[in-house]
């Protein structure tokens, strides 16, 4: 089974970690797991020490999730492929698309 997670919140919320704790889950059950990140959930893979939850972000990629972010919402809040984690995904709302459409679940975290 493939879960798809939309997250939109900001890691000061606890959606960000309530994401990882159920793909790692879902990682260790065997199921497959995509990300699509976007609005503030984009501060989530900035790699900086007031974002200590984007370690758990690199964890999940280094299990082979791939994250994507929706490039509309990283320009007006500064997310470059200078700051944020190696190995995310600059993308579109079509790669959002994409992912709902592969996933057999999807779990919105807004």
Known sequence: MTFGFLLTTSPERADARTVVRLAEAALETGHRVELFLMNDGVYNVVAAPKHPVSGEFVRLMEFGVP?????TSTGPRGVTKENALPGVRFGSQYDHAQMVAR???VLTFC
């Open 67 to 71: 994250i994507t972010l929706c490039a």
């Open 103 to 105: 996933a057999d679940r």
